[in-house]
C-alpha cells in the first residue's frame, strides 16, 4: 500500500517547513498550502490526501477549526490533526476523531498519529 499524502496547512512559512521537513524524513509525501483556501483548492483536485496537519490561526476565510469541519463534511475520510500554540480548543470544537497538538510540537507526536493510519 502506498504511504499517505498528507496536506500541511500553515501560514508561518518556518513552522511548515519544519513541518514538511519532519514528516518528510519519515518517509511521507507532502504537499503545502499557506493557508484555507488554497487547502481546499488541493483537496478538490487530489485525490490521494489521506491527512490534514493544520494550524489553527491563519488569514483567510477560514481558520483552521473551520477547514477541519468543511473537510470532515466534504472528504470524511481525512485523518485531521489541528495544530496551536495560542489556543486550545475543545473537543466538542473540533470534528470527532480529529488530533490536537499544542505548539511546539515533536516530530514523535506527528509521527504516532500518522503510523496510526491503515
Request: charged content about 25%; hydrophobic content about 50%.
Amino acid at each position: 500500500m502506498s504511504t499517505p499524502v498528507v496536506l500541511v496547512v500553515e501560514d508561518d512559512t518556518l513552522i511548515r517547513m519544519d513541518a514538511v521537513a519532519m514528516i518528510e524524513d519519515a518517509g511521507y509525501e507532502v504537499i503545502e498550502a499557506i493557508g484555507a483556501d488554497e487547502a481546499v483548492i488541493l483537496l478538490e483536485t487530489r485525490s490521494d490526501i489521506r491527512v490534514v496537519f493544520t494550524d489553527i490561526e491563519m488569514p483567510g476565510s477560514m481558520d483552521g477549526l473551520k477547514l477541519v469541519h468543511a473537510i470532515r463534511q466534504r472528504w470524511p475520510p481525512i485523518v485531521l490533526i489541528v495544530a496551536s500554540g495560542r489556543s486550545r480548543p475543545a473537543p466538542t470544537d473540533m470534528p470527532q476523531d480529529t488530533v490536537f497538538l499544542q505548539k511546539p510540537y515533536r516530530a514523535a507526536q506527528i509521527l504516532e498519529v500518522l503510523a496510526g493510519i491503515k
